[in-house]
Nanobody, 129 residues
Framework: QVQLVESGGGLVQPGGSLRLSCAAS????????????MGWYRQAPGMQRDLVAI???????TYGDSVKGRFTISRDDVKNTANLKMNDLEPEDTAVYYC???????????????????WGQGTLVTVSS
């Protein structure tokens, strides 16, 4: 019904920067996905999945403590996209980053509105010299 596609991951040196992008798209052109919260989580091997940054439809932002002051989330509600600008990257930032979105979905020709939570497949960010 809804797919989240991440891009922008890769290898970067400590102190460098990366920008991640996430785009939400419906399975048909007539579908509507009204996103309440959209953003990013990350998970390192053997570790729990932690919040990186989330932005609500009211533009309220929430950041994980470890990334405050270094990462910035932005969102385009018309395009249903979210970006994460990551500065001053550290080796501890190495993880798989997952886009996340929740909201109300309605398919083309469907009068039903359904709440969905959707995860992207993840993009790997490696911070190493």
């Amino acid at each position: 019904q809804v797919q989240l596609v991440e891009s922008g991951g890769g290898l970067v040196q400590p102190g460098g920067s990366l920008r991640l992008s996430c785009a939400a798209s419906g399975s048909d052109s007539g579908s509507v996905f009204a996103i309440y919260n959209m953003g990013w989580y990350r998970q390192a091997p053997g570790m729990q999945r932690d919040l990186v940054a989330i932005m609500s439809s009211a533009s309220k932002t929430t950041y994980g403590d470890s990334v405050k002051g270094r990462f910035t989330i932005s969102r385009d509600d018309v395009k249903n996209t979210a970006n994460l600008k990551m500065n001053d990257l550290e080796p501890e930032d190495t993880a798989v980053y997952y886009c996340y979105a929740e909201g109300d979905y309605s398919g083309s020709g469907d009068n039903k509105v359904r709440y969905l939570e959707v995860w992207g497949q993840g993009t790997l960010v490696t911070v190493s010299s």
